[in-house]
């Protein structure tokens, strides 16, 4: 009769299988994305955007499904006439958003008085300011329980500076990380090579003699993450999130460049499930 392993066994087993599977060398630093990747939103966004219509008590406040689309299209809008959430501008930031949601209301077919328009920003505004906005991935924190003390962390994100600012140190998962390059601080975002150039300057202050080929990105976006990373000269692990609930991908009208060997099994080989994948296999590497 054959024996089968206990389940713990064949878990430990499955998971130095997947780390094996990637091929990292040499890394001594690793780029972190944010939003799908350290951190996701703690429920419906467009719930969050319709709770606060009912709270500013709008005249005709729009529902969840009514949101939905206008809150697609018109973050696609506005990221493309006014990328990088504005920008190191006076009109980045909390001037974009204040801008996007009032797009959003038209797309949605309502209207409201600017009094009105004004507490339903604040509220929306202060939600996503708020631990009631987002929460840290279970993975995510598991990685950074796990992995090597010794690797120098940063943030390369596509994300507001509010995130680097307040949101992480919020939800108390700021202190690993000794750089933070955020798309609106830099005004280019993921794949532009500028955003990781940026990313690679922050990360020399602390290992001056750091090379590329020495860093490796991780993030959930194909063409922001890895094929952006990989064609600047990192390397990179792209983390498949189509099976964790909750992780929406916002930016995918995003396109892939082209990079020195770029294939499916290239990409294939470089995906895992989890940051704890990761984890392992920097360790892995390391012995």
């Known amino acids: 009769m054959r024996r089968v392993a206990p389940r713990h066994l064949l ?34 966004v467009v719930q969050a955007y319709a709770d606060a219509a009912a709270w500013a008590r709008l005249p005709d406040p729009p529902s969840a499904a009514e949101l939905k689309p206008a809150f ?22 909390r001037a974009w958003w204040r801008g996007t949601i009032k797009r959003v209301l038209e797309l949605s077919g309502k ?16 939600h996503f300011c708020s631990p009631k906005g987002y929460e840290v991935l279970p993975d995510a924190a598991e990685f950074l329980n796990k992995v090597d003390p010794g690797l120098l962390l940063g943030i390369t994100s596509n994300t507001p500076s509010r995130h680097a600012d307040s949101v992480l140190p919020m939800l108390g ?44 990105h991780v993030g959930d976006s194909l063409a922001c993450d890895f094929c952006g990373a990989r064609a600047f000269g990192f390397q990179a ?18 396109t892939a460049p082209e990079y020195p060997g770029k294939s499916e099994s290239d990409v294939r080989d470089g995906t895992v499930e989890s940051l704890v994948d990761v984890a392992d296999a920097l360790a892995a590497a390391g012995r």
């Not at 983390?239 to 009208?253: E, I, K």
Request: aromatic content about 12%; charged content about 25%; overall charge negative.
């Open 237 to 254: 692990v792209l983390l498949d999130r189509s099976n964790t609930p909750g992780v929406v991908a916002y930016q995918d009208w995003m």
């Open 111 to 126: 209207s409201c008085d600017d009094a009105a328009f004004d507490r339903y920003f604040r509220r929306v505004y202060q």
């Open 173 to 216: 998962v700021h202190d690993g990380f000794k750089w933070f390059t955020c798309s609106q601080d830099v005004g280019h975002e993921k794949p532009s090579p500028e955003i990781f150039e940026a990313a690679f300057d922050q990360a020399r202050f602390w290992l001056p003699d750091l090379e590329k080929h020495e860093v490796l």
């Open 11 to 44: 878990v430990v087993a499955m998971a130095a299988r997947r780390a094996s599977a990637l091929a990292l060398r040499g890394v001594r630093a690793v780029s972190l994305d944010i939003t799908g990747t350290l951190l996701t939103h703690k429920g419906s």
């Open 72 to 93: 697609k299209q018109a973050y696609k809008e506005r990221c493309i006439e006014a990328p990088c959430f504005g920008g190191p501008t006076p009109e980045g930031g």
